[in-house]
């Protein structure tokens, strides 16, 4: 791709006159088209979170593609390959951010893996371990027979 998608503000300060250009290879990453602050940072104001450069340009890459889960590995390697430079503990900043915002959800899979789920209404999941996939369950109520009953002293848990 030869022509850059955005340009981008250097500085999270609007007064300045200098920009990045971002190039986005649009088979790794399908952006809206459209300046990221047209509607990106709207969204954050709203939602009471500064729309920093960083910020802004993960909300496009999280949101854009419309409801979904991701890691932050999964994230950060999107940005890395759209040529955008943050680091890993950037990403996973901002997604904490944008859940305590109210703007994703979290999903904890395990006692150290976290998914971060675009769809932030109420709704069960199923995780596939083997494959490492986070997905939706049915919309209806779902219906739980013959649910084995937890040991004593146990705890069980449920993602609905």
Known sequence: ?????????????????????????????????????????????????RPTRRRVILSELLFARGERHVTAEMLFAEARETGFPVSQSTVYKTLNQFTRAGLSGRIRVDGSRSFFDTNTTPHPHYYLGGDDILLNGPDANPLLVNVPVPLPATQSRASI
Do not use: I, Y
């Open 1 to 49: 791709m030869d022509r850059p998608l955005a340009r981008l503000p250097t500085d999270d300060r609007a007064d300045r006159a200098g920009f990045d250009e971002v190039q986005v290879d649009t088979t790794c990453a399908q952006f809206s088209r459209q300046c990221p602050d047209a509607g990106w940072k709207d969204m954050l104001l709203k939602a009471g979170l």
